[in-house]
């Protein structure tokens, strides 16, 4: 085995297993990173999104979205899902790795080049020529991703988050910034595809410096073998995942137009990106440890029961804080020109808050092992959510997607929770029992807020002075609550506070 791989990897890489009570450091540590490193890059990403909305217009956001779908299937192609059969799997060989690794580059390019070649037919579909130009550019990013995501899955094995969050900083705010100047610069809708390449390429470009493994010249067919069945799963898994979101704005693009597309590009902005992007990024950290504790599924559940209340205190309270003052919000934040957005944020408020707390349902299912069952699930996922998106663009606007969203999310994210706790072994009562009191908190905070917002206006007071007094009055009330009413989020709070003390800069 090459020395760069063996120091990349960690010396847990090659262990049969590792032993549970040695995952809670492990575990509290990657945690730590990515929840510090989803602070600097959350409030980068809205910072400079705020900052786009207000230099762009809702046009431009529609055109480049139209492109930006493919950005979702660049991050389902990148590795083939061979890096999470590396992830799961106990022992792996250099074989393993550069055969994944070669792999991902040739279909990186062979990517490239069809989405080139596409970017004609999908600008004749949307009917708008620009689209061809934004589209061959976003190719891109599959061969300048591909490069990168070998040396991710590895650092993601040995658990080194430190690493890997460093480089997710490093990535956002370089990219954040060139497509602000690009905005500057008067590039209208090239302006978010700059965004999107300049970070795959600083990525990129930071992860091999974070990682001494290089890869062979070596391509195994035994490893395709020994890898392909559960990578492939994997990447079934995404790519319908990557339809069942991409579907959403080409239907809404191709029959509700570019300014429709646009408010929808900015409510998922401001919704369900950032729970996403704070829930996702934790599930890495908990699938390697799931992986390793896949024999101990007491122990599985325990840690992620107490991980969702964690989670619940975050993802409920700020849902429904943004639901009572998305008007004064989108007023004062985004410009009144997206006051037409307001009904859609409070809708996907629900929906963002369903998918951030079922976010880590499929580290479970896939660290378990079923990665066959969730393959089957998201299909069927993937047929109902289309199928209530087209059912949302004939009724004929954006806020019936947005009602027949939240209606089809509510129901297969029940079910997804069912599938997730019968893995388990437990009740499927159990995660709702967790969140249970924060979400009263969180309920009452709103009650409180509703009411200051409404006396505020009457008062006459600005919506900027409204909206500053309703988000200091939600946290008091909320933390309050909170140290009434669920005291062991304090001790959560402290557990995590005491990981990310153990990390070593």
């Known amino acids: 085995m090459a020395r760069g791989f063996a120091a990349a990897a960690g010396a847990s890489v090659n262990a049969s297993a590792e032993p549970s009570r040695a995952m809670r450091p492990l575990i509290l540590r990657g945690i730590s990173w990515k929840v510090s490193s989803q602070i600097v890059v959350q409030v980068a990403r809205i910072g400079f999104a705020l900052l786009l909305a207000r230099l762009l217009a809702p046009t431009d956001f529609g055109l480049a979205g139209m492109a930006l779908v493919i950005a979702a299937l660049v991050a389902a192609f990148s590795d083939l899902g061979l890096g999470a059969a590396l992830v799961q799997r106990d022992a792996v060989e250099e074989d393993d790795v550069s055969t994944v690794f070669w792999a991902s580059l040739g279909v ?41 995501s070998t040396q991710r899955a590895l650092l993601t094995r040995a658990m ?75 990447l079934g898994i995404r790519l319908a995942y990557y339809f069942q979101d991409g579907s959403l704005p080409v239907l809404v693009g191709r029959f509700l137009g570019a300014g429709a597309l646009g408010f929808f590009t900015i409510a998922y902005t401001v919704v369900l990106a950032p729970l996403t992007r704070l829930s996702l990024p934790i599930g890495e950290v908990l699938f390697p440890a799931f992986s390793r504790m896949q024999d101990d599924r007491e122990r599985v559940a325990s840690v992620w029961l107490r991980a969702l209340r964690v989670l619940a205190a975050i993802c409920v309270p700020s849902m429904v804080g943004l639901v009572v003052v998305a008007p004064d919000f989108v007023s004062v934040v985004l410009g009144d020109k997206w006051n037409d957005a307001v009904p859609i944020i409070q809708i996907l408020a629900w929906v963002g808050l369903l998918q951030a707390m079922q976010a880590w349902n499929s580290a479970i299912l896939l660290g378990l092992g079923h990665s066959r069952t969730l393959l089957r699930a998201t299909l069927v996922y993937l047929v109902l959510y289309v199928g209530s998106f087209a059912i949302g663009v004939s009724v004929g606007g954006l806020l019936a997607v947005a009602i027949s969203y939240a209606i ?18 437990i009740s499927f009562f159990a995660p709702l029992r967790a969140v249970g009191r924060v979400s009263l908190a969180a309920l009452a905070m709103g009650v409180v807020v509703a009411l200051t917002q409404a006396w505020l206006q009457n008062e006459g007071v600005s919506p900027a002075l409204r909206l500053a007094i ?5 946290a008091g ?29």
Do not use: H
């Not at 309703?470 to 939600?474: D, E, H, Y």
């Open 108 to 148: 990186g390019l062979l990517l490239t080049v069809v989405g080139v070649a596409l970017s004609g037919p999908v600008a004749n579909f949307y009917r708008e020529p620009e689209v061809r130009g934004l589209m061959a550019a976003m190719s891109l990013s599959f061969v300048v991703t591909a490069l990168g």
């Open 470 to 474: 309703a988000v200091a009055v939600g």
């Open 477 to 505: 009330v909320f933390i309050s609550l909170c140290v009434l009413w669920v005291p062991g989020i304090v001790a959560e709070v402290a557990s995590l506070r005491r990981g990310r003390g153990g990390v070593q800069p």
């Open 408 to 425: 089809v999310s509510t129901v297969l994210e029940a079910s997804y929770l069912l599938l997730t706790t019968r893995a388990l072994g």
């Open 160 to 234: 080194d988050f430190r690493r890997l969050e460093l480089r997710t900083m490093v990535g956002v705010i370089v990219g954040g910034a060139a497509g602000v100047a690009a905005a500057l610069a008067g590039w209208g809708p090239w302006s978010l595809v700059v965004q999107q390449l300049v970070t795959a390429v600083v990525s990129t470009v930071v992860v091999w410096f974070a990682i001494s493994w290089r890869p062979s010249f070596v391509f195994s067919s035994k490893s395709i073998r020994s890898l392909g069945g559960y990578g492939g799963n994997v």
